[in-house]
């Protein structure tokens, strides 16, 4: 006990020096309140969690490292390579993906029924990547969970009050809300991770296009905490027209998506 409170008051007082660090994906400066190897702590501490209150792992080995390798593709030619990723297909039958810090990064059954390429799935896991990589997911914890309560529970099972444990800081990580700003850039910085790593930008744009059909039939998890994709539609197609003139030999992946994907979901 003597012994978390130390680190404990050691992170807090490491968390008031630190100040700013400089965003890797937009290059501004930004209040930082605590350093990136805290962000990989309460990762870990918190995936468990995510998994056992999404379903579990879909048990499907082939599936997994499919997912996996797209998104280790992405991971490689983002800001933070070095980072240790960690991405997961869970059983939760919502259409729905989520980071936490740290690189641990999720996406639904729900979700991988709904697409119908490896472009797509880039697209998804390329926008978590990078609230990972401009550690938006850090900030947004702090500011609506509260850095004390975070840091304590990653030292224990319980914050210092004793009210909430592991699995109800995680009911309270999976509601969280990004700023429309983060969002914005999660879409752009992702776009261009996506083609960096070799995908058809196309591939997101197709993924609103998914979102928003989805959303006028029924809401859905993913706007829980991501923004209505109608604009976003606009400002990616933009993006891709003014930046990227030739996109010859870009991946799209139909194919491979289904055999790894949909016809093992199928079975």
Known sequence: MHKNLVLLISGLIFCLCTGCAINPVTGEEELMLFPEEQDIAIGSKYAPEVEKQMGGR????????????????IARVCHKPHLEYHFVALEDKSVNALALPGGYLFITK??????????QLAAILAHEIVHVVARDTSNVMSNQIGIDILLSA???DKTPRGVLTAADLTRQILGLQYSREDEETADLAGLDYMVLAGYNPYGMVETMQ????????RPIEFFSTHLSPQNRMIYLTQRIQTKYYNL?????????????VLKQLNN
């Open 58 to 73: 879909i048990a499907n080995e082939g599936l997994q490292n499919y997912v996996d390798s797209v998104g280790q593709r």
């Open 110 to 119: 729900g979700m991988l029924k709904e697409l119908t390429s490896e472009a």
């Open 154 to 156: 990653v030292l224990s």
């Open 210 to 217: 998914m979102l928003q059909s989805q959303q006028e039939v």
């Open 248 to 260: 010859a030999g870009l991946k799209v992946g139909k194919e491979d998506y289904h055999r790894a």
